[in-house]
C-alpha cells in the first residue's frame, strides 16, 4: 500500500521566493496534518484538515504561510516570501479517522533550505 | 495543560540488549491514546505501537512492547534484543479525545552499540 506521498522531498531557494510542498495522503484516510519539525522547537502542528476543510490552522506561523486541500488526494503547504528562518523539514500526515486511536502516518518530508 | 516529557536526551545500549525509553503525560482527559515513532538519520517518522487509556493490556508490536501504568501517567517503550538499525530518533505523543492533534515529547536519542 502507498503511504503519504510528500513532494519535493529537498528544496533549496533563496529567501523571497515562493515554495510550495505538495503532499498526497493515504487514499480513504479523512484527517491530513502539517507539521514542521526544527532542532529548536521540535515538532509543531501547522495545520490540519479534516474531509479537505481546515479545521485547525493556529499553528501556522504568520500570513506568509498557507495551505490548501483541493480534493482527498491533494494538498499543499505555500510560503512566499520564503525567509531564512522558514528552514526546516516539512511533514505531511494523514490518519483514518477522528478517534484518538487512531495513529498519524507521516510521509518522508520535505528538508526546505532558504538561503 | 496537556504535556509530553521525554527525560532522556540520549541512551546507548549494547547490541541484543533490551532498552527502555522514558515517557510520562499529562491530561486531565479520560480518553486519550499514546504512541511512539521512530525517526532514523534518513529523517522519516515511522510510527511503532499505539496504547489507548482504556486497554487494560500493555500493547505489544515484535519487538516493541509499551510499558503502560497509568496511574504514574507513564507510557515507557521497551525495544528488546537491540539491534544496530535501532539507532535513531524516538518521539513519544499524545492524542486526546475532541481534538486530533499530537503532543510530541521532545525525543530520545538512541545509539545501538556492536
Known amino acids: 500500500d502507498a503511504g503519504v506521498i510528500q513532494s519535493p522531498r529537498h528544496e533549496v531557494t533563496e529567501m523571497g521566493q515562493e515554495v510550495t510542498l505538495r503532499c498526497k495522503p493515504i487514499?480513504?484516510?479523512?484527517?491530513l496534518f502539517w507539521y514542521r519539525q526544527t532542532m529548536m522547537r521540535g515538532l509543531e502542528l501547522l495545520i490540519y484538515f479534516n474531509n479537505n476543510v481546515p479545521i485547525d490552522d493556529s499553528g501556522m506561523p504568520e500570513d506568509r504561510f498557507s495551505a490548501k486541500m483541493p480534493n482527498a488526494s491533494f494538498s499543499t503547504l505555500k510560503i512566499q516570501p520564503s525567509e531564512p528562518r522558514d528552514s526546516a523539514v516539512y511533514f505531511c500526515?494523514?490518519?483514518?479517522?477522528?478517534?484518538?486511536?487512531?495513529?498519524?502516518?507521516f510521509g518522508d518530508g520535505t528538508r526546505l533550505s532558504i538561503l | 495543560a496537556q504535556k509530553i516529557t521525554q527525560t532522556q536526551p540520549g541512551m546507548f545500549v549494547q547490541e541484543k540488549e533490551a532498552v527502555t525509553l522514558d515517557c510520562t503525560y499529562d491530561?486531565?482527559?479520560?480518553?486519550?491514546?499514546l504512541f511512539w515513532y521512530k525517526q532514523p538519520s534518513s529523517g522519516e517518522m515511522i510510527f511503532l505501537i499505539y496504547?489507548?487509556?482504556?486497554?487494560?493490556q500493555n500493547a505489544t508490536e515484535g519487538r516493541y512492547s509499551l510499558n503502560f501504568q497509568k496511574a504514574r501517567k507513564s507510557a515507557n517503550l521497551v525495544i528488546s534484543a537491540s539491534q544496530l538499525g535501532d539507532s535513531a530518533m524516538y518521539f513519544c505523543a499524545m492524542s486526546t479525545s475532541g481534538t486530533y492533534k499530537y503532543i510530541f515529547g521532545t525525543g530520545t536519542r538512541l545509539k545501538v552499540l556492536a
Open positions: 491530561t486531565s482527559d479520560q480518553s486519550y491514546g
Open positions: 487514499s480513504g484516510h479523512d484527517y
Open positions: 496504547q489507548g487509556s482504556y486497554d487494560e
Open positions: 500526515a494523514s490518519s483514518l479517522t477522528a478517534n484518538s486511536n487512531q495513529p498519524q502516518h
